[in-house]
T-cell receptor
Framework: EAGVAQSPRYKIIEKRQSVAFWCNPI?????LYWYQQILGQGPKLLIQ????????DSQLPKDRFSAERLKGVDSTLKIQPAKLEDSAVYLC????????????FGEGSRLTVL | AQTVTQSQPEMSVQEAETVTLSCTYD???????LFWYKQPPSRQMILVIR??????QNATENRFSVNFQKAAKSFSLKISDSQLGDAAMYFC?????????FGAGTRLTVKP
């Protein structure tokens, strides 16, 4: 079974530029999550999708971050414009069951904003 | 919002010895799940062990076991016979119908 796929693995941009990350969850997993993990900290939930609907985006900085999951499968997270404090690893995870199942994580996309 | 606290930023253990990582959480919900995830350097996070809150029996997975104290809201991870490959960041996580939170993590070093 293929795992959660993310790309790119690494990205370096200047502040005020834009960046997009892509995630393809495990086949059949209806729930998809984007987490931000700043160095030395635990993952912080940015947004949670159930199929193509948003379940929770309360911690998403909506003035600069956006995410979509149009067909209920893969998802894109965009940052525009980026700030220095956005430097982090962006983790995508998926789960089969919305409330009780374990999360399966991708390898993450490491963003450095200069 | 629920909080998950890992009070040990770093721990070290001698190879083949036993180590316990601590985790406490705060919740007003009765139905939830607890997890320990392992994140090796520059590698993806993987599940180590999970515990359903309604189960009294502590979960075990080979060398990994938990001490779940529901009343105290405590969920510690015990690693027996530690191996070099156990070196990683360990995250405690809480999940309910409304929320999923991670602790700040504990960096485990295994000394040969």
């Amino acid at each position: 079974e293929a795992g959660v796929a993310q790309s790119p693995r690494y990205k370096i941009i200047e502040k005020r530029q834009s960046v997009a990350f892509w995630c393809n969850p495990i086949s059949g997993h209806a729930t998809l999550y984007w987490y931000q993990q700043i160095l030395g900290q635990g993952p912080k939930l940015l947004i949670q999708f159930q199929n193509n609907g948003v379940v929770d985006d309360s911690q998403l900085p909506k003035d600069r971050f956006s995410a979509e999951r149009l067909k209920g499968v893969d998802s894109t997270l965009k940052i525009q414009p980026a700030k220095l404090e956005d430097s982090a690893v962006y983790l995508c995870a998926s789960s089969l069951v919305k409330t009780t199942g374990e999360l399966f994580f991708g390898e993450g996309s490491r963003l450095t904003v200069l | 919002a629920q909080t998950v606290t890992q009070s040990q930023p770093e721990m070290s253990v001698q190879e083949a010895e036993t180590v316990t990582l601590s985790c406490t959480y705060d919740t007003s919900e009765s139905d939830y799940y607890l997890f320990w995830y392992k994140q090796p350097p520059s590698r993806q996070m993987i599940l180590v062990i999970r515990q359903e809150a309604y189960k009294q029996q502590n979960a075990t997975e080979n060398r990994f076991s938990v001490n779940f104290q529901k009343a105290a809201k405590s969920f510690s991870l015990k690693i027996s016979d530690s191996q070099l490959g156990d070196a990683a960041m360990y995250f405690c996580a809480y999940r309910s119908a409304h929320d999923m939170r991670f602790g700040a993590g504990t960096r485990l070093t295994v000394k040969p």
